[in-house]
T-cell receptor, first 115, second 114 residues
Framework: DTAVSQTPKYLVTQMGNDKSIKCEQN?????MYWYKQDSKKFLKIMFS???????INETVPNRFSPKSPDKAHLNLHINSLELGDSAVYFC??????????????FGEGSRLTVL | AQSVTQLGSHVSVSEGALVLLRCNYS??????LFWYVQYPNQGLQLLLK??????LVKGINGFEAEFKKSETSFHLTKPSAHMSDAAEYFC????????????FGTGTKLQVIP
């Protein structure tokens, strides 16, 4: 069983469209994250949820809206897609926020291409 | 605020040679330090981590790293490179206490030459 799974793995869409990426973890972790990796491989945190509560919200356009229906799921909805949104989006989870382990478990990524 | 600097965006080594990937960090509180590896078209996976205690930490696939507080460094080494080690390596830091925000370095691509 995949620990952190994201769908879709690839997404190609036109500018101005709205799209969603879904993430599920079966590790029983309390905290989930969205990271964005750009074409230069730079990895930047976007959001973090702890037990469905938003705890980290970096400087991200409000076109990006995370939603956590329960602690095992964290979805990312993007409105009015722009060319600069093209990137690989990674979902991750960890055992606890501010925990001692500090280990993040990553999904395989969702490659978004905006044309 | 915490930050990570990885020296060298590309490192090439011959198969069987020593691997040394450099990482320096900045943190206002005792840091937690990590090395992650990313293989092509995959997510990141943890190689090793330092939280407290022994400053030399061993990870998977024969990698190890040493936390040197005086040098604010956490360099990654492996005595003998294998072809399968070719990947992107990321150093990361998080600050102990509070909500965990992990900050990643810009990555070092390791090429292993046969």
């Amino acid at each position: 069983d995949t620990a952190v799974s994201q769908t879709p793995k690839y997404l190609v869409t036109q500018m101005g469209n709205d799209k969603s990426i879904k993430c599920e973890q079966n590790l029983g972790h309390d905290t989930m994250y969205w990271y964005k990796q750009d074409s230069k491989k730079f990895l930047k945190i976007m959001f973090s949820y702890n037990n469905k509560e938003l705890i980290i919200n970096e400087t991200v356009p409000n076109r990006f809206s995370p939603k956590s229906p329960d602690k095992a799921h964290l979805n990312l909805h993007i409105n009015s897609l722009e060319l600069g949104d093209s990137a690989v989006y990674f979902c991750a989870s960890s055992q606890e926020a501010g925990g001692l382990t500090g280990e993040l478990f990553f999904g395989e990524g969702s490659r978004l291409t905006v044309l | 605020a915490q930050s990570v600097t990885q020296l060298g965006s590309h490192v090439s080594v011959s198969e069987g040679a020593l691997v040394l990937l450099r990482c320096n960090y900045s943190s206002s509180v005792p840091p937690y330090l990590f090395w992650y590896v990313q293989y092509p078209n995959q997510g990141l996976q943890l190689l090793l981590k330092y939280t407290t205690g022994a400053t030399l930490v061993k990870g998977i696939n024969g990698f190890e790293a040493e936390f040197k507080k005086s040098e604010t460094s956490f360099h990654l080494t492996k005595p003998s490179a294998h072809m399968s080690d070719a990947a992107e390596y990321f150093c990361a830091v998080s600050e102990s206490g509070g909500y965990q925000k992990v900050t990643f370095g810009t990555g070092t691509k390791l090429q292993v030459i046969p």
